[in-house]
């Protein structure tokens, strides 16, 4: 069982959850310079996970969850929590290389962390857009627009404060005070008021585009090599050379992902070749039909 898995059989299955993509992070804090120190929180040796979870309620609702796996204890827990409706923004940090570091900005509270990996950053921020876009109406979106130049959460704020507005008195009518508010129309509108978008900044264009599907499973081989390279690295197998156990292993691995990485490649540059072909074909076609066209206008007319 993959470590995804069993996170989510153990913290997200009980609540009815289902778990999208958990990355291992670690607390940063930046310092003068470049330097960056990793933080301990001590009471021993732990991981911490940030996993992006949707609940199986209607409607579905984004959750952000931290997870820690402790040494000699329970498996995984789950710490702290958020909605994605608390999340006002999301650093990528650089938008023209691939990093490791991310920044995640709620209402209360800001947490800075960086990946094992640049990729496994990636594969968080790209999984986290997608499903925003898919359960939240996404970063862009704005709400259906009504006459008069109100959307549709403004026209029915303006309903009810009007609802609420006391109508004018008559000649003659003795003035009675105001009343205190109601708690109805109070909690209706603070109701109406359209939730907040969060901001994906400094992120990668690859991140935030079309191509998600391509670019995740990208992302993903990238992470499998490098925990094949680590994991063949650590066993040490192979034969070193000048003193460096698994040397030539990683070599190897190195060189199966440099030839993955091309063929993937070569596949996007032939997909495009053949979207230029068949652009060519239709134009060629709206040319014959338009020749086609004329010459049976010129036979009638004869």
């Not at 804090?29 to 120190?37: C, D, E, F, L, Y």
């Not at 040494?71 to 789950?78: I, K, N, T």
């Not at 094949?228 to 990683?250: D, F, H, I, N, W």
């Not at 063929?263 to 979207?275: C, D, Q, Y």
């Amino acid at each position: 069982m993959s470590l995804q898995s069993a996170i989510n059989q153990k913290v997200f299955v009980p609540r009815e959850e289902r778990l999208l993509v958990a990355v291992e992070v670690r607390r940063r804090r930046r310092r003068t310079g470049r330097r960056i120190a990793f933080l301990s929180a001590g009471g021993g040796e732990y991981k911490t996970f940030i996993c992006l979870s949707v609940t199986k309620k209607t409607p579905p609702q984004l959750v952000i969850t931290k997870v820690k796996q402790f040494a000699g204890s329970a498996p995984f827990v789950a710490r702290s929590q958020w909605g994605v409706d608390q999340l006002r923004q999301v650093n990528g940090i650089n938008p023209y290389k691939d990093s490791p570091e991310f920044d995640l900005v709620f209402d209360n509270t800001l947490d800075q962390w960086v990946c094992s990996s640049s990729a496994e950053k990636c594969i968080f921020i790209l999984v986290l857009y997608q499903a925003y876009k898919m359960y939240s109406g996404g970063p862009t979106g704005a709400p259906g627009s009504l006459p008069g130049g109100l959307g549709k959460v403004g026209a029915i704020r303006r309903m009810s404060l009007d609802a609420g507005r006391i109508p004018p008195r008559s000649p003659g009518e003795p003035q009675v005070p105001p009343g205190p508010k109601s708690k109805t129309l109070t909690a209706r509108r603070k109701s109406c008021v359209p939730a907040r978008r969060t901001d994906f900044i400094n992120c990668q264009p690859r991140l935030t585009g079309d191509a998600c599907a391509m670019n995740l499973a990208i992302y993903r081989c990238k992470v499998f090599f490098t925990r094949l390279r680590k994991r063949m690295a650590a066993k040490g197998t192979g034969t070193p050379s000048k003193g460096k156990p698994g040397q030539r292993s990683s070599r190897l691995v190195g060189n199966a992902f440099q030839r993955v990485t091309v063929s993937v490649g070569e596949r996007g540059e032939r997909l495009s070749k053949a979207e230029d072909q068949t652009v060519e074909l239709m134009h060629k076609a709206q040319q014959f039909a338009d020749t086609a066209h004329k010459v049976r206008n010129q036979g009638s007319l004869e």
